[in-house]
């Protein structure tokens, strides 16, 4: 199978590191445009020329914007009025007990997890819907139907961008958009890599071995029985975003590993 994504223009949010850049990566390899989103400009641009390493032909651009709140939004939206491909990514995760998580942590997560993708969503779905054509992907997680007891907070938004995107592929049936959510699971990223840094060092083992027996300890029903990669990841969300998935919508795929025990 030949993805080729040539003439449309992808924007992936919080691209700058982890499942984000290589799926910006993936994307540009497949011969989309695509425009690398973060809250730095210099990691913006540190993105831009890493993808460029294994794209040398991709055109790219960057915008440096805090998607969480309205004002950022509108600076994208104001740099890049066009979107075919739309894969809402950026967000963020950490432990607190739900007695210890106040409101301003509840409203930062909601904003950032939620809120990005929802005002980039009612944006841009319209002139998908009147090109007939339109790719939008909601990065949920394992989390959204195994909340985790230390980040209720956090599996509480991923269950909402789920919901979302599902309820987004019904208001966009007939129209040749389709919206889907991906579902990682325990992923190799530079945050999971930051968080074990410490036992790789005190080990002397791989961060894929540390990664292993983390998935092992914490997430027993994992098939993989490991940490699965970004571009493990990046690779189903291309496939989402390509012609041939057209057939797929409303649709919660999963890339966790197996750790969601349900058939």
Known sequence: ???DLTGKTAIVTGSTKGIGHATAAGLAQAGAQVVVTGRNAEDVEAAIASIRDTAPQAELSGVAADLATPEGTKALLDAA?????????????GGHDFFDADDDLWQRYWDVNVMSGVRLARAYLPAMEKAGWGRVIFLGSESAFNIPADMIHYGVTKTAYVSLARGLAKRMA???VTVNSVLPGPTLSDGMKAGLKDKVDDTGKSYEEVAAEFVKENRPSSVLQRA???EEVANMIVYACSVQASGTSGASLRVEGGVIDTI
Not at 81 to 93: E, Q, S, T, Y
């Open 174 to 176: 007939g129209t040749g």
């Open 1 to 3: 199978m030949k993805i």
């Open 228 to 230: 699965t990669s970004v």
């Open 81 to 93: 009025p066009k979107c075919d491909i739309l894969v809402n990514n950026a967000g963020i995760f």
